[in-house]
């Protein structure tokens, strides 16, 4: 299974502090791209990173990829309770298959 | 400019009986896809629909069906439903010729309960 996998599974930490997801997965990417998920609702897009990129920035999201161990991180800094919802990496594969693979999300929760 | 728009958002079928889920793709988007998201699961990929054909399908049973029209929009066909579809449904959209090499959008879900 090509699946990423979140880690931690949950993270809870205070308002005003940096959040750090990571991710893995297994076989060879183009792309990955980083959703949120408030409770019970849809993915919001919130980044996307190219196999041959290793840092990008938008906002207060800074996302890392490092193809040669096959992992990803997401790093949120300041974070807001605003900020409280479900995070999910979700890659393609390099085969071509137009479909995306998706973990089962980190959790995270920011108390005011 | 119109997101991915998702009917109905919640539903409630018994087992044994049908349900069509509809989908909207963004505006300008030609591809649509479906994934079935079960509670506390990432979601997982149904099938694909382009050029009003189904292009790729995961690892789902014949059961679940779909249709896209030439307006783009699509449907999501579940026969016999069973207790375990009970799931939020996301629609994704994207534009061929980038596919999952640029950003897919996904809609807010369909909610199916199975009782």
């Known amino acids: 299974s090509q699946q990423g996998e979140e880690d931690p599974q949950a993270l809870s930490i205070q308002e005003g502090e940096n959040a750090t997801m990571n991710c893995s997965y297994k076989?060879?990417?183009?792309?990955l791209q980083w959703y949120r998920q408030n409770s019970g609702r849809g993915l919001v897009h919130l980044i996307l990173?190219?196999?041959?990129?290793r840092e990008k920035h938008s906002g207060r999201l800074r996302v890392t990829l490092d193809t040669s161990k096959k992992s990803s991180s997401l790093l949120i800094t300041a974070s807001r309770a605003a900020d409280t919802a479900s995070y999910f990496c979700?890659?393609?594969?390099?085969?071509?298959?137009?479909?995306?693979?998706f973990g089962t999300g980190t959790r995270l929760t920011v108390i005011p | 400019d119109a997101g991915v728009t998702q009917s109905p958002t919640h539903l409630i079928k018994t087992r044994g009986q049908q349900v069509t889920l509809r989908c909207s793709p963004k505006?300008?988007?030609?591809?649509v896809s479906w994934y079935q998201q079960a509670l506390g699961q990432g979601p997982q990929f149904i099938f694909q629909?382009?050029?009003?054909?189904?292009?790729q399908r995961g690892n789902f049973p014949d059961r679940f069906s779909g249709h896209q029209f030439p307006n783009y929009s699509s449907e999501l066909n579940v026969n016999a439903l069973l207790l375990g579809d009970s799931a939020l449904y996301l629609c994704?959209?994207?534009?061929?010729?980038?596919?999952?090499?640029?950003?897919?959008?996904f809609g807010e879900g369909s909610w199916l309960t199975v009782v």
């Open positions: 629909y382009y050029e009003e054909e189904e292009r």
């Open positions: 994704a959209s994207s534009l061929e010729g980038q596919g999952v090499r640029n950003t897919i959008y």
């Open positions: 990173i190219r196999s041959n990129e």
């Open positions: 979700a890659t393609d594969a390099r085969s071509g298959a137009n479909n995306l693979f």
């Open positions: 505006s300008g988007h030609d591809t």
């Open positions: 076989t060879s990417i183009n792309n």
